[in-house]
């Protein structure tokens, strides 16, 4: 109030510039506090009585919570921006970047006879990756995924399962200029369990899968993988295992970039025991090393290995990471997190704790329960 604030400025020192401050001067500075205050006051019950607007728009338990009762803050502390809102902030797409040597470099004779600046491969910087091309997966089929859950908990957790994951894409009204994959059906392919991961093997039905998700209006938008790894997001092995699937699915967006919004959905264990999803992409760069064959084979899941060149001929590129040289680097340096959840309606354990991270997977995890079925605009 206007005396509290009057009162605050009299328990002051009483100059200002070194003199004595006037009464008119005194009654200035309360005025211009009171404004001050009244506009963050208006402000935030604006703020109130939008999210109060909103949350007849929740779909979700008592415990959970959303975008639409949480407030725009949480959603603005995400650390990916969608990458149609990074585009529009830089005006440029990121520049497509080949690790291997051009062989068709037309300034000289064909490498090894020659070589020049144009067709060497430049250096690899590596650092996190602003943008991610999906920012929300929403589980729309509980029960498919309920099943592939209960497969591996009846197992004691000693069978690992893959499985691919079909479902469309759709704009989501919760991140600016945001996309959404939602998942509407899984897809288990023959594979060689084991209690470590699981092995693919040939599938001579896939086709038919695929053709059969078409005429449904679907297409492949992720794969889910069970795990009993607790130490990481994703172990070297399954990064690359990620960036071959997400290679395997790119598009070409509008800006002329080739873009992959193949999702990875790992399931684990946490703490208290409860099973519960998490949901990655591995960024451009790491995609892009892994097509050109620059990642050696792992023999550590906390270690992604540089290969070294097989001859004399063989030109690897060299790594920087971190301001310093290196052969090795943590496989978090290339996820990047996507927000999930599901609708309301849940009888399966795989689902029930849904986490919208709003930090990057190698700081701290800053989370709410999120789930809730949106309306949506099918692309």
Not at 32 to 44: F, H, I, P, R
Not at 52 to 64: I, M, T
Not at 162 to 190: F, K, Q
Not at 251 to 256: A, F, R, S
Request: with cysteine.
């Amino acid at each position: 109030s206007e005396m509290c604030i009057r009162d605050r400025y009299m328990g002051a020192p009483q100059r200002i510039d070194n003199k004595p401050i006037t009464q008119n001067q005194l009654q200035t500075l309360v005025e211009s506090q009171l404004a001050k205050e009244q506009t963050k006051d208006e402000v935030e019950e604006a703020e109130e009585d939008k999210q109060s607007r909103l949350k007849w728009l929740c779909n979700h338990g008592a415990n959970a919570k959303c975008p639409n009762c949480v407030g725009a803050h949480l959603v603005a502390k995400t650390k990916h921006v969608s990458f149609d809102e990074w585009l529009k902030q830089n005006k440029f797409p990121p520049q497509q970047v080949s690790f291997k040597i051009n062989p068709n470099c037309t300034y000289h004779n064909p490498w090894p006879k020659g070589m020049c600046s144009k067709c060497m491969p430049p250096s690899v910087l590596v650092k996190r990756q602003e943008y991610r091309h999906v920012d929300y997966a929403q589980f729309m089929n509980q029960q498919a995924i309920g099943n592939f859950v209960q497969y591996w908990v009846e197992n004691s957790f000693a069978i690992q399962r893959v499985a691919y994951l079909y479902g469309y894409y759709a704009e989501d009204p919760n991140y600016e200029m945001g996309i959404r994959a939602v998942v509407e059906a899984v897809y288990e392919p023959p594979q060689l369990d084991d209690i470590s991961r699981s092995e693919l093997k040939q599938d001579d039905y896939q086709y038919k899968v695929d053709m059969i998700a078409e005429h449904l209006g679907l297409e492949r938008v992720g794969w889910i993988y069970t795990t009993l790894d607790h130490d990481t997001f994703m172990s070297s092995f399954d990064v690359r295992s990620a960036s071959q699937l997400q290679e395997k699915h790119v598009t070409i967006h509008p800006c002329g970039y080739k873009v992959s919004k193949f999702i990875t959905v790992v399931v684990k264990t946490n703490d208290k025991g409860e099973v519960v999803p998490d949901v990655y992409m591995i960024s451009d760069l790491g995609q892009a090393l892994e097509r050109d064959g620059i990642f050696d084979q792992p023999e550590r899941r906390k270690i992604l290995k540089i290969r070294e060149p097989i001859d004399s001929n063989d030109i690897v590129p060299s790594v920087i990471c971190q301001n310093r040289t290196t052969k090795e680097i943590e496989p978090d340096f290339f996820i990047v997190n996507v927000a999930h959840g599901g609708p309301k309606s849940n009888k399966f354990a795989v689902l029930k704790t849904c986490l919208l991270y709003t930090s990057d997977a190698a700081d701290d995890l800053l989370c709410v329960d999120l789930g809730g079925r949106r309306i949506i605009k099918k692309k």
